[in-house]
């Protein structure tokens, strides 16, 4: 029997070259740009109005109490929902909310809006639909621009 060898496959003779101090930049620069736009959108999605009533703690426990009385008398299948339920509503009631500086993101959001924005090929309309207003859009320096 003969054996076979494997090759092993040849290393090129091309050695990487270093990234430029430029090309680092630029990639900081990205990265951090893309965190001040997700942070404030993020902010803009948590401050907007919800549809209904409120949730207080009050409400919560008093549904929660609702749910303990009617899971002795459910069947298999309405007692899982029940229990998911509660266990939902304690994951509520137990969730601190830090109160977000909107403010403050919208500062930064405002310096790296038009850069971001460019080189990614975003559109006035791309930024409105996602909440952001016309007038921090023009604070930023994000033209209308007519196609």
């Known amino acids: 029997m003969a054996t076979v060898t494997k090759k092993?496959?040849?290393?090129?003779?091309r050695s990487k070259s270093p990234m430029s101090?430029?090309?680092?930049?630029a990639l900081a620069q990205g990265r951090e740009e893309g965190r001040v736009v997700r942070?404030?959108?993020?902010?803009?999605e948590q401050a907007k109005p919800r549809r209904g009533r409120k949730?207080?703690?009050d409400s919560i426990k008093k549904r929660m109490i609702a749910i303990d009385n009617r899971l002795a008398d459910a069947d298999p299948l309405q007692r899982l929902f029940l229990v998911q339920e509660r266990t939902d509503?304690?994951?509520?009631?137990?969730?601190?909310?830090?109160?977000?500086d909107v403010a403050n993101l919208e500062k930064g959001?405002?310096?790296v809006a038009a850069s971001y924005g460019e080189r990614k090929g975003l559109a006035y309309s791309t930024w409105r639909a996602?909440?952001?207003s016309a007038a921090v859009l023009k604070k930023a320096g994000v033209l209308r621009t007519r196609g």
Do not use: W
């Open 8 to 13: 092993q496959p040849s290393k090129s003779t």
């Open 21 to 25: 101090s430029a090309h680092k930049a």
């Open 39 to 44: 942070s404030y959108l993020d902010a803009l």
């Open 55 to 57: 949730r207080t703690p």
């Open 89 to 100: 509503l304690e994951d509520e009631l137990n969730a601190e909310v830090a109160p977000v």
């Open 109 to 111: 959001f405002i310096k």
């Open 130 to 132: 996602v909440g952001v």
